[in-house]
Structures are given as C-alpha cells and as structure tokens.
C-alpha cells in the first residue's frame, strides 16, 4: 500500500468524521437516554483534561498508523473506522440524542473550563460516544498491532469512558453503545481483510503489504 493510499483513507475518514459538527450544531431536538443510573454519576471537572487530551491522541495514533502499520491491518482499521463512523453519524441524524447536562458551578479553574466547553460544544450527537468509539478502534487494533502496548491502551478505554461521564458529556448509555460499535466494527473489518480466521492469527500473518 502505497502512502497515497494511506493519506486517501485518512483524508476519507476525517471527510466523514468532520460530519458531527454541523448536526451537533443544527439539531435542534432528540431523544434523551438518560437512566436512573445516571444520578448515581458525580461531575468532577477535573476529568475535562484527559477528556480533551484524546483529540490529539487520536490524530497521532492514526497518523502513526498510516505511517508504520502492516498493510492488511491498516485496512482493516480504516474499513471498521469509516463504517463505525458512518453509522454513527447516520443514528445522530435519524435518531438524534442528547445529554442533559449538570449545572456547573464555577468554583475553580476545572469547573471554569468545563462550563467553557459546555458552551462550545452542544448537547447533540450523544448516542453513541464518539469518544469511547474512536479510543476503542484504537485500542483493539493497536493491541493487535503491538501487543506490549495492550494494557495502556486498554487502561485508555476505560479512561475515556470515566471522563465522558465525570464531565456530564454523556449518560451511561452512550459510552456503552460506543463499545459495542467499536467491537462489532473492528470484528467486520478483521473478517473483511482476514476472512473468518481467528483474531490471534493476525499479528503474525500481518507483514504482508
């Protein structure tokens, strides 16, 4: 696969990806999934730091993968990435959620710049997290691709989810459909590139370009 190719494919994605942010800014009403869990949920404004901090971990975990990983696997990851978006874009425009946010009072600098966030970034495109999504995509494949890196990467799934939940960005539901999303999308990309071989035989078969 040529480096062309691997830009095609990530110029693709962030074409379909960039797609949130006018239906976060145009919708205008949705379905709210919050649950009786979900008063049990506290907002700590801290958490508003890793919350932010995944944006550039994604652009640098996808650019790495563009840059060094195995062709195959690389597909792979873009066929599960492009579908995992796509359907979610299409469940935030024919089934549009929304979060009902905490109020926030601003009490130090934490909870100052999480009431700043909540005033950029509508209550729209809830269901499912992209955050939890996109960290989950690059959690699976990345572990796949460089196994010594598994538990980090895992430990950043479990880290997005807390903090799209301690910042009142999402109800319970929503991180939940992210998992799923992401497990059933990197599942089909695995098939489409691998067949029905098991995902332990990747790693090793994974060289050829």
Request: hydrophobic share 50%; no cysteine.
């Amino acid at each position: 696969m040529t480096r062309t190719q691997r830009f095609l494919w990530l110029t693709a994605l962030a074409l379909i990806s960039g797609l949130y942010f006018p239906l976060n800014r145009l919708l205008t009403e949705g379905y709210n999934l919050k649950t009786s869990f979900d008063a049990y949920i506290p907002t700590i404004p801290i958490f508003i730091i890793p919350y932010l901090l995944f944006l550039p971990f994604w652009i640098a975990a996808f650019a790495l993968a563009a840059w060094k990983m195995e062709a195959k696997l690389f597909r792979a990851l873009m066929i599960a990435s492009i579908f995992s978006i796509t359907v979610a874009t299409l469940i935030y425009f024919f089934f549009p959620t929304y979060t009902e946010r905490p109020v926030i009072e601003a009490t130090d600098w934490a909870s100052r710049f999480l009431q700043t966030l909540y005033t950029h970034d509508n209550v729209f495109n809830a269901f499912p997290s992209g955050h939890v999504l996109y960290t989950t995509l690059i959690a699976l494949f990345g572990s796949l691709w460089q196994p010594r890196w598994s538990l980090w990467l895992h430990g950043s799934v479990a880290l997005v989810i807390v903090s799209t939940l301690f910042t009142g960005q999402h109800h319970l539901v929503d991180p939940l459909g992210g998992l799923a999303l992401g497990w059933g999308s990197y599942r089909l990309g695995l098939w489409i590139e691998y067949g029905h071989r098991s995902t332990r035989w990747v790693p090793q078969h994974a060289q050829s370009r």
